[in-house]
């Protein structure tokens, strides 16, 4: 309880209209993080609760979405760090693209119902191993979330279950109701924006080693080392930059292409 006050007031978080001209700018140096899970699990309910401080009154399915805003000091005078969100959608089909899209993000917020077992094992099977084959040995933070805990009398998995499987990956882990008390989205984020700021985050020249059991199908235990750190000084920041542009900018195009495809297949 007290690491949760002790985040909660650690940035004030202010939707931010982005500018034509400072698109690009804050696109290369912000923070981005992405909500992934199972579709209805509270993805976007997540992040309207950071944004709008309430679920949504209704359920829109998500294709893709990305939010920006800029976090500011407590104080909420100086911005100190521009956030992308980006919303994904939990349905089957668009999981290939979802597997492109987290490359380009260094946070994840992984997301379960308390009342369905499935998007639990979904975490388990798919989305941690989707997560360690595509950031392979870049640095990333994540964050486990059961969602929905006031459904108590449908629940499906024990608030041990989710522990468990946040020590085996190695990550923050809480059990919340975005419904009854929208404040644990901004506790949530804090924690993981504050963890990615005390790394120094630097992406993309940090690298991270997994060692992961395989006489099991699936990831049974994973552990973390954060090993090898490039020095970020002796790489010169123009450059730095036009990597993550060009990153950037291969990432929209790829995802356009496939928006483009998705679009005709679906109607
Ligand atoms: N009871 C309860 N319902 C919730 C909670 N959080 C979200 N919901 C509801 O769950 C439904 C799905 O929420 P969304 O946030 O749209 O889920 P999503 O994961 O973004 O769904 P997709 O976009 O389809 O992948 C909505 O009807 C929400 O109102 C919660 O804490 N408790």
């Known amino acids: 309880m007290s690491s949760i006050v002790q985040f909660e007031n650690a940035y004030n978080i202010q939707s931010h209209k982005i500018q034509e001209n400072e698109e690009n700018d804050i696109e290369v140096n912000s923070i981005k993080l992405m909500l992934l899970g199972k579709e209805t699990v509270g993805k976007t309910s997540f992040k309207s609760c950071l944004l709008e401080g309430k679920i949504p009154d209704e359920h829109i399915q998500t294709f893709i979405d990305a939010y920006y805003f800029d976090l500011r000091e407590s104080s909420g005078k100086e911005i100190v760090e521009y956030v992308r969100i980006q919303d994904s959608a939990g349905q089957e089909e668009f999981q290939l693209i979802i597997e492109q899209m987290i490359f380009y993000n260094n946070g994840f917020f992984i997301i379960y119902s308390i009342d369905d077992y499935d998007s639990f094992q979904q975490v388990q099977n798919q989305i941690w191993q989707k997560i360690l084959t595509s950031k392979q040995d870049q640095n990333f933070f994540a964050v486990l979330i059961g969602n929905k805990k006031d459904l108590e009398e449908n629940r499906k998995v024990s608030f041990m279950e989710g522990q468990n499987l946040a020590n085996k990956f190695g990550i923050p882990f809480h059990e919340v109701s975005l419904k009854n008390d929208p404040k644990s989205a901004k506790v949530i984020?804090?924690?993981?924006?504050?963890?990615?700021?005390?790394?120094?985050?630097?992406?993309?020249?940090?690298?991270?080693?997994?060692?992961?059991?395989?006489?099991?199908?699936?990831?049974?235990?994973?552990?973390?080392?954060?090993?090898?750190?490039?020095?970020?000084?002796?790489?010169?920041?123009?450059?730095?930059?036009?990597?993550?542009?060009?990153?950037?900018?291969?990432y929209r195009n790829q995802q356009i292409q496939k928006e483009n495809n998705c679009c005709c297949s679906i109607f």
């Open 189 to 250: 984020f804090n924690q993981l924006v504050l963890s990615i700021k005390k790394q120094e985050y630097q992406y993309p020249y940090y690298t991270q080693q997994y060692m992961v059991e395989s006489n099991q199908s699936n990831i049974s235990s994973v552990s973390q080392t954060r090993s090898k750190m490039n020095s970020i000084h002796s790489i010169d920041p123009k450059f730095q930059k036009q990597v993550l542009q060009n990153e950037n900018k291969q």
